[in-house]
């Protein structure tokens, strides 16, 4: 019996981490930019492991983007994320919206104060 591209697994998810049990929350975001650091797999990754830090090596994405390229659930991809992050092969970063930066002076952006003041004026004209 062949098995159909949408079918479901038969196996939890969570053991693609190689931990063989569901472990603690993690913290990192689902929106975390991950990047490969260039360090070399440990014989105790999973294929899995070797999957995401391939899918890393030449730019970024952020763990939901991950999850959807592997077909795992996002909570199963932030495990092995952190995992990944925790033995040094994967860097993380929250990524900051232009306009939430601050400007040089260190004060919010042009950009943001505009769109609040826009968004105060909507709410007195309505």
């Given at each position: 019996?062949?098995?159909?591209?949408?079918?479901?697994r038969l196996l939890p998810a969570y053991l693609a981490t190689g931990s063989g049990t569901a472990s603690l929350p993690s913290t990192l975001d689902t929106l975390t930019a991950l990047r490969a650091s260039g360090r070399p797999l440990a014989?105790?990754?999973?294929?899995?492991?070797?999957?995401?830090?391939?899918?890393?090596?030449?730019?970024?994405?952020?763990?939901?983007?991950?999850?959807?390229?592997?077909?795992?659930?996002?909570?199963?991809?932030?495990?092995?994320?952190?995992?990944?992050?925790?033995?040094?092969?994967?860097?993380?970063?929250?990524?900051?919206?232009?306009?939430?930066?601050?400007?040089?002076?260190?004060?919010?952006?042009?950009?943001?104060?505009?769109?609040?003041?826009?968004?105060?004026?909507?709410?007195?004209?309505?």
């Amino acid at each position: 019996m062949s098995r159909d591209k949408h079918q479901r697994r038969l196996l939890p998810a969570y053991l693609a981490t190689g931990s063989g049990t569901a472990s603690l929350p993690s913290t990192l975001d689902t929106l975390t930019a991950l990047r490969a650091s260039g360090r070399p797999l440990a014989s105790y990754h999973t294929p899995v492991h070797g999957r995401v830090v391939e899918l890393v090596t030449d730019g970024s994405l952020t763990a939901v983007e991950i999850a959807g390229y592997l077909g795992l659930p996002v909570s199963v991809c932030l495990m092995l994320a952190e995992q990944l992050v925790g033995d040094g092969l994967l860097n993380a970063s929250v990524p900051t919206p232009d306009a939430l930066a601050p400007s040089r002076a260190g004060r919010p952006s042009r950009q943001l104060m505009e769109e609040v003041l826009s968004g105060l004026q909507a709410l007195r004209v309505a």
